[in-house]
């Protein structure tokens, strides 16, 4: 079965710091990956996706993320936090064993960012 | 490009009636539309997923005569919520997916609140 796990619930940085969002993933598959950011009372916007290319993936707002197969990882970062980035940010991975393109959410992470 | 927009963005009735929310893909034509619905500070819960012109497929623990999904062409989905109770007020996301499998466009959401 396929799954992500976000390792953390809840991440505080200071502005200008860096950000660090951690996210496992188990596929049997080679997978699709996504990072998406959600803003208060809003939908969800595609940061940046994986799709079996480069494994340093770019983003929008200057996110980035990379795969690693040996971890198992698709961690998020960005080397400088910005007020304006403190949303709930999700680790998707594309349901490839359906065969419906349904997405499999992580449970999320709370990015604060303090001045 | 790849926008969704949903209405209403929010809406208020009273228990017992029927309420419909509109998805549309602006700017692509959605093969599969995808219903969400989110509780406050959770993921994402998969609702439904529709194809344009056939029947929406339901997923576990979702009542379909509860929750009734029109797709009636590559743009618009509907989800009406008939019968409304309190317990049925949520923050409805839906998605569009241009391809058979990939990332998904996110909705704004609706906020459904029944008093």
């Known amino acids: 079965a396929q799954s992500v796990t976000q390792l953390d619930s809840h991440v505080s940085v200071s502005e200008g710091t860096p950000v660090l969002l951690r996210c496992n993933y188990s596929?049997?598959?080679?997978?699709?990956l996504f990072w998406y950011v959600q803003h208060p009372n809003k939908g969800l916007q595609l940061l940046l996706k994986y799709t079996s290319a480069a494994t340093l993936v770019k983003g929008i707002n200057g996110f980035e993320a990379e795969f690693k197969k040996s971890e198992t990882s698709f961690h998020l970062t960005k080397p400088s936090a910005h007020m304006s980035d403190a949303a709930e940010y999700f680790c998707?991975?594309?349901?490839?064993?359906?065969?419906?393109?349904?997405?499999?959410f992580g449970q999320g992470t709370t990015l604060q960012v303090k001045p | 490009g790849a926008v969704v927009s949903q209405h209403p963005s929010w809406v208020i009735c009273k228990s017992g009636t029927s309420v419909k929310i509109e998805c549309r893909s602006l700017?692509?034509?959605?093969?599969?539309m995808f219903w969400y619905r989110q509780f406050p500070k959770k993921s994402l819960m998969l609702m439904a997923t529709s194809n344009e012109g056939s029947k929406a497929t339901y997923e576990q623990g979702v009542e379909k005569d509860k929750f009734l999904i029109n797709h009636a062409s590559l743009t618009l989905s509907t989800l009406t919520v008939t019968s409304a109770h309190p317990e049925d007020s949520s923050f409805y996301i839906c998605?569009?997916?241009?391809?058979?499998?990939?990332?998904?466009?996110f909705g704004p959401g609706t906020r459904l609140t029944v008093t």
């Open positions: 596929s049997s598959y080679s997978p699709s």
């Open positions: 998707v991975v594309s349901d490839m064993a359906s065969n419906t393109g349904k997405l499999i």
């Open positions: 998605s569009g997916q241009p391809g058979t499998w990939g990332e998904q466009y």
């Open positions: 700017d692509f034509q959605a093969t599969t």
